[in-house]
Nanobody, 124 residues
Framework: QVQLVESGGGLVQAGGSLRLSCAASGRTFSAYAMGWFRQAPGKEREFVATIRWRSGSTYYAESVQGRFTISRDNAKNTVYLQMSSLKPEDTAVYYC?????????????????WGQGTQVTVSS
């Protein structure tokens, strides 16, 4: 079983930046892709970004395109989410997830392992 542990959340003012990390441990890590999702109070979990583990290809939700950057360090089995120009509407619990099936997927149901989440709060 793979464990995913997020870190880096916190409180930041609008316009500021944060970098989230997600470290994978456990059995030999062989995800096809890693994704970041977020869930605000009273809302459904939504896709933020995904990266294919081998190729590094990335895809973003329109709401974060140009402001967020997903990246990975294969040697450390870690995926990052650099968030810039943060807005109050970015406030949510952010989750990383691993997908083992081939193909692009931006739905939570398409991911197999999940971290516990890290809170990001953006004040206005």
């Amino acid at each position: 079983q793979v464990q995913l542990v997020e870190s880096g959340g916190g409180l930041v003012q609008a316009g500021g930046s944060l970098r989230l990390s997600c470290a994978a441990s456990g059995r030999t890590f062989s995800a096809y892709a890693m994704g970041w999702f977020r869930q605000a109070p009273g809302k459904e979990r939504e896709f933020v970004a995904t990266i294919r583990w081998r190729s590094g290809s990335t895809y973003y939700a329109e709401s974060v395109q140009g402001r967020f950057t997903i990246s990975r360090d294969n040697a450390k089995n870690t995926v990052y989410l650099q968030m810039s120009s943060l807005k109050p509407e970015d406030t949510a619990v952010y989750y990383c997830a691993a997908r083992y099936s081939v193909g692009y997927n931006n739905m939570p149901s398409g991911y197999d392992d999940w971290g516990q989440g890290t809170q990001v709060t953006v004040s206005s």
